[in-house]
């Protein structure tokens, strides 16, 4: 450990002994996320400010990992809190009644659809994350292939192997495409669409943020992932550009929640109180272009101005209860079937 | 009457009361090696696997869950994919690792040192690292793009040469120790009846390494099977079983069907076990007590010769693992790629900077420490105690069971069992501890096979005649066979460092704030689109196992010297 850790640790032990005789000690929150690592230290710097006497240890990976460790330590929960997982995920815990409600002061300053709608909300939303097409104009230039504006572009002969897509059996984000064209189309014209889109399928990854990854590296031309991803991509030097089809984009929200039966429940509260603050969405702005609380955004590079009316009315409980079946579906019409050149 | 039954009866009667007391401390060696394995893996996976006859809600409903993953339109494919790539990469990494093998012990070739060390290459880097030099030099953009005639990497073509790179050093490393004990007098008689060469290969060496040879096939089968990583980065829609699991409980947290495609898994494992069980009748101990050691002779055209044979090998190791060092210093592939030593400033990057590299290190050495004498010592009693039959073999069959576990299903059994509230166990959880005995675990049976591939060519009789002259058995074990196997203990040391920097599947649900792992570290870097810091933090992870590695070989030289003069003679 390096002597600046150890030094931050003796003088939160000096403080912990200072503010022992409070009613709240000062306490650790063992706090799971999904969130970038370089956000991590911000926000908790930032709610460290606040309350110096809480120390947040962070336990971070990708949001499948994360779910499913979370689901598994079900009959003895190790964290906390979340603080930046899918909505969609916490959802699922909600179900499984892993959730402890918690109506954090303030809370009716977010947008509507950033919160559990129950009288007590279980979640609360940070900010939204939404589908993008990442194109790479380097490669697209070699291939003569024009820019796509909308979804329905995609199905051009065209673009015949050279797009790439999540598979949403293994990826949430591959979910979320399917769902909102889904809920977009209506479920008929929605299957239809992908059928057309599959013909210009070059292959279906297994996470999220590959085929973005894939475009920026130009082993694919087109590849429909997140936003977020594309414009980091983009700003570390990759000739992408952020396509935002124009028919509307499927999104997520990243929200945070107290996890049922912790010995923290004043801090963790806290912590609910200080997400969904007014400071707390300044923060999460600078890499999300669509934050829960309104007015609050100011425009992000790469994005457009216009995110939010972009964004579909996503029923998210209608795709939760769904998931099951379009998953079978999607499998019996895309994944039995041989790679298609 | 053979010798040792002379032996034994020699011991009768009077020294009753001492071989008494011995079987006593066999026995509860071998009880402690059976309560370990059993709670470092029998009952997590029963935690876990039991889940594949429980619905959702926890209810038994038969199975039920099979049939549903069975009437899956994807499930035929998967099975026969994942038996394809097995069988092509088990052929393909038997036929070279024997090769090497026998150019390594068999002759008197140049280089040796360099040459096994960089034949080891590909084991002391993570699996990330060739999957990143495949896609720079195969993928669309790749430099060598054209040498796959218009086909793609990523798919069946990507997934086999990846994972036959990855298992080349495991299969490697078995036949290295069943070539290396063997019986000279063999050799003399075959030269002095002017057998031909090819005539000795196939009549004395290949029967005397026949155990080594099942078990390396069985363990490079295993491992492409259950491996998880070729596959889900350069697979592309290739669907596997491995990836099934994947599907099921990363994208979609049904660990119902995770624990069915486990059990379908684990099918290979017990095929494995019965398969051993068999050879091992069969096998008889070459290393006898009168045995001389074989030192291979010079001779010019067969070391030449087999020094051309290993240079593809080596060539293709330095070519894939050269290009993901280099990919280490570019600045942003293909596009910029002006090199700097950038992304080598871990403090700036995800996943716990040079804090996680520090914890690797920690947890790969108490693994290589407590596992390899725990290993050894548990195969000790496994192949050299007699009697107690069903107790060995039931040692001998947990050990088996890792090798066919998927590190995903290893990590998450240990969250169900481990954390469970009335585990007396649960305070392990979230600590080093618990991540030091995954990791036993998860590599238990390659190491558990070098040691009984080793212990089998020791001949039973030292044991016999030490039991004669009341030598009690550890003492036997202490002076005779541990200085004998040492090079084998060696191996299974750094083979046990080693994977435990490298290994992720199964440590990834288990690490917690303060035990950050370097590996991990690496996927999220990659996850991230930081694919440069990804390449470089494991470049210095395959650094740091060359450098413990060279470390080993300069330390044990002498350690060597002093116990295996045998060898040379």
């Known amino acids: ?341 | 009457m053979s010798s040792r039954s002379i032996a034994m009866n020699a011991v009768g009667g009077a020294s009753r009361r001492f071989l008494h007391k011995d079987q006593w401390v066999q026995a509860a060696g071998l009880l402690i090696a059976a309560a370990f394995l059993l709670v470092a893996m029998v009952l997590p996976l029963y935690a876990i696997l039991s889940k594949s006859v429980q619905n959702k809600a926890g209810d038994f409903v038969g199975l039920e869950n099979f049939i549903a993953y069975a009437s899956s339109p994807s499930l035929f494919d998967s099975v026969l994919n994942s038996l394809f790539i097995a069988s092509l990469t088990t052929v393909i990494v038997i036929t070279l690792a024997l090769l090497a093998a026998y150019a390594l012990t068999r002759s008197c070739m140049p280089f040796k040192g360099v040459i096994r060390l960089l034949m080891m290459g590909p084991i002391f880097a993570p699996s990330l690292l060739p999957a990143i030099s495949l896609v720079y030099l195969f993928g669309n953009q790749g430099f060598l793009k054209s040498w796959l005639f218009g086909e793609s990497i990523y798919g069946p073509i990507g997934i086999v040469i990846s994972l036959s790179f990855w298992c080349f050093p495991h299969a490697l490393m078995i036949l290295i120790t069943a070539l290396s004990n063997t019986d000279a007098r063999l050799y003399e008689s075959a030269k002095a009846l002017r057998t031909s060469g090819w005539r000795t290969f196939f009549t004395v060496t290949l029967p005397s390494i026949k155990y080594g040879l099942i078990s390396a096939s069985f363990v490079v089968f295993t491992l492409v099977i259950t491996d998880f990583g070729a596959p889900k980065v350069i697979g592309g829609q290739y669907d596997v079983l491995a990836t099934d699991i994947y599907k099921q409980v990363i994208g979609q947290q049904n660990f119902q069907m995770g624990a069915v495609v486990s059990v379908i898994l684990l099918l290979p494992a017990m095929l494995a076990f019965a398969a051993d069980r068999w050879v091992q009748k069969k096998q008889v101990a070459l290393v006898t007590s009168r045995a001389q050691p074989y030192r291979a002779e010079p001779n010019r055209r067969k070391d030449v010769s087999m020094l051309a044979l290993c240079l593809p090998i080596i060539a293709i190791v330095i070519g894939v693992l050269g290009t993901a060092v280099y990919a280490s210093f570019v600045t942003f592939w293909p596009y910029n790629l002006s090199l700097s030593l950038n992304n080598y400033q871990f403090d700036l990057m995800d996943g716990g900077g040079w804090d996680a590299y520090f914890n690797s290190i920690e947890m790969a050495f108490y693994t290589a420490l407590f596992g390899s004498f725990l290993i050894f010592t548990n195969a000790y009693l496994v192949e050299k105690v007699q009697g107690m039959r069903a107790l060995r073999g039931l040692v001998h069959l947990f050990a088996m069971i890792p090798l066919a576990v998927p590190g995903l299903v290893l990590g998450l059994a240990y969250i169900f069992f481990f954390n469970a509230p009335n585990n007396p166990l649960n305070s392990l959880y979230g600590t080093m501890g618990i991540l030091v005995i995954c990791t036993i675990a998860h590599y238990y049976t390659v190491c558990h096979l070098t040691s009984i591939t080793a212990l089998k060519q020791i001949d039973k009789e030292f044991e016999a005649v030490s039991a004669s002259l009341k030598v009690p058995f550890y003492q036997t074990f202490l002076r005779v066979t541990l200085p004998l196997c040492l090079p084998a203990l060696l191996e299974v040391g750094i083979y046990l460092f080693v994977n435990a920097v490298n290994t992720v599947s199964a440590v990834v649900f288990l690490y917690s704030a303060n035990t950050t792992l370097a590996s991990v570290s690496i996927l999220n870097m990659d996850d991230a689109g930081d694919i440069a810091p990804a390449a470089a933090m494991g470049v210095l992870l395959m650094l740091t196992c060359m450098g413990v590695k060279l470390l080993h070989w300069l330390l044990s030289r002498q350690l060597i010297n002093n116990t295996q003069a045998w060898r040379k003679a």
């Open chain 1, 1 to 341: 450990m390096t002597n600046k850790a150890t030094f931050t640790k003796l003088a939160l032990a000096t403080l912990m002994s200072a503010t022992a005789l409070s009613a709240h000690a000062g306490s650790e929150l063992t706090v799971y996320t999904a969130l970038e690592a370089e956000d991590l230290k911000r926000y908790a710097a930032a709610f460290n400010k606040k309350h110096p006497d809480i120390k947040i240890n962070w336990v971070r990976d990708s949001t499948g990992i994360v779910t499913a460790k979370l689901l598994a330590e079900k009959e003895n929960p190790q964290a906390d809190a979340v603080w930046g997982l899918a909505a969609t995920s916490l959802l699922v815990l909600k179900g499984e009644q892993m959730l402890q409600p918690y109506k954090p002061a303030g809370v009716e300053k977010l947008s509507k659809k950033f919160y559990d709608q129950d009288a007590t909300p279980s979640w609360v939303g940070m900010d939204a994350w939404m589908a993008a097409v990442c194109f790479n104009t380097v490669e697209a230039k070699k291939h003569n292939l024009p820019k796509p504006t909308s979804w329905e572009d995609l199905t051009k002969p065209v673009y015949q192997g050279h797009i790439v897509m999540p598979n949403p059996n293994s990826s949430g984000t591959g979910f979320l495409d399917v769902s909102s064209w889904l809920q977009m189309f209506g479920e008929e014209n929605g299957w239809q669409y992908m059928d057309r889109l599959h013909n210009n399928i070059a292959r279906y990854t297994h996470s999220g943020s590959k085929p973005c990854k894939l475009a920026a590296a130009g082993e694919a031309p087109i590849g429909i992932s997140f936003a977020f991803r594309g414009a980091k991509l983009k700003k570390k030097g990759a000739p992408l550009d952020l396509v935002f089809p124009k028919e509307g984009l499927g999104w997520d929200m990243e929200a945070s929640a107290i996890v049922k039966g912790t010995d923290n429940l004043d801090a963790a509260k806290k912590l609910m109180d200080f997400s969904i603050s007014e400071e707390a969405n300044r923060l999460y702005n600078k890499g999300y272009a669509v934050v829960a609380m309104p007015g609050i955004a100011k425009p992000v590079q790469y994005f457009p101005e216009n995110a939010a009316e972009l964004m579909i009315d996503n029923n998210f409980e209608w795709a939760a209860s769904n998931r099951t079946e379009i998953l079978k579906q999607w499998q019996t019409r895309y994944d039995s079937k041989s790679d298609p050149k």
